[in-house]
T-cell receptor, first 114, second 113 residues
Framework: GNSVTQMEGPVTLSEEAFLTINCTYTATGYPSLFWYVQYPGEGLQLLLK?????DKGSNKGFEATYRKETTSFHLEKGSVQVSDSAVYFCALIRSGDSSYKLIFGSGTRLLVRP | NAGVTQTPKFQVLKTGQSMTLQCAQD?????MYWYRQDPGMGLRLIYY???????DKGEVPNGYNVSRLNKREFSLRLESAAPSQTSVYFC????????????FGQGTRLTVV
């Protein structure tokens, strides 16, 4: 079936450290891939997306590259800030799914210390 | 801009009680969704509605019913609440495209005792 696997958290980093959150997926065809972020007490909001192989999504200093050969979409940021502390969700929409529903990973909590 | 509005934000129910979670969006989206969020399990789809007048089951529909009242509103009903339904519930909406962004409400934290 279609699924998303993320690294377990929490991930604890010092400010200005390099961030990687791993995400791999299983899906038929060519899904669209997304990273959503959830700040404390809020709903999810889109961070970035990529719609085809080798596409790179980027936003707010975060990047992720759609790797078809490794079925991965790892999230990276060169220098994290305290304000990046949140839960990050990797997700996909399966191609050919007329409901366009998101399939989420389990989420990775990031804590950035000053 | 209001986006997606959910009510209530918090609710405590006794086992066996019923309640309805309300959701409304003002973005003229056809597709609406209800998810539940549990620790370590991400978000799981309960029900969705691809358009006004249609609803379909998601991954975890048991114990829930939904109504797509009109294009704006999509409600989730618990007929007889159980402790296993303690969770945070999110409503979302989107346009019906593969690469689209989904917009989420702020969530309803439900505790069933």
């Amino acid at each position: 079936g279609n699924s998303v696997t993320q690294m377990e958290g929490p991930v604890t980093l010092s400010e200005e450290a390099f961030l990687t959150i791993n995400c791999t997926y299983t899906a038929t065809g060519y899904p669209s891939l997304f990273w959503y972020v959830q700040y404390p007490g809020e709903g999810l909001q889109l961070l970035l997306k990529a719609t085809k192989a080798d596409d790179k999504g980027s936003n707010k200093g975060f990047e992720a590259t759609y790797r078809k050969e490794t079925t991965s979409f790892h999230l990276e940021k060169g220098s994290v800030q305290v304000s990046d502390s949140a839960v990050y969700f990797c997700a996909l929409i399966r191609s050919g799914d007329s409901s366009y529903k998101l399939i989420f990973g389990s989420g990775t909590r990031l804590l950035v210390r000053p | 801009n209001a986006g997606v509005t959910q009510t209530p934000k918090f609710q405590v129910l006794k086992t066996g009680q019923s309640m309805t979670l309300q959701c409304a969006q003002d973005m003229n989206h056809n597709s609406m969704y209800w998810y539940r969020q549990d620790p370590g399990m991400g978000l799981r789809l309960i029900y969705y509605s691809a358009s006004e007048g249609t609803t379909d089951k998601g991954e975890v529909p048991n114990g829930y019913n939904v109504s797509r009242l009109n294009k704006r509103e999509f409600s989730l009903r618990l007929e007889s609440a159980a402790p296993s339904q303690t969770s945070v519930y999110f409503c979302a909406s989107s346009v019906e495209e593969l690469n689209t962004e989904a917009f989420f409400g702020q969530g309803t934290r439900l505790t069933v005792v």
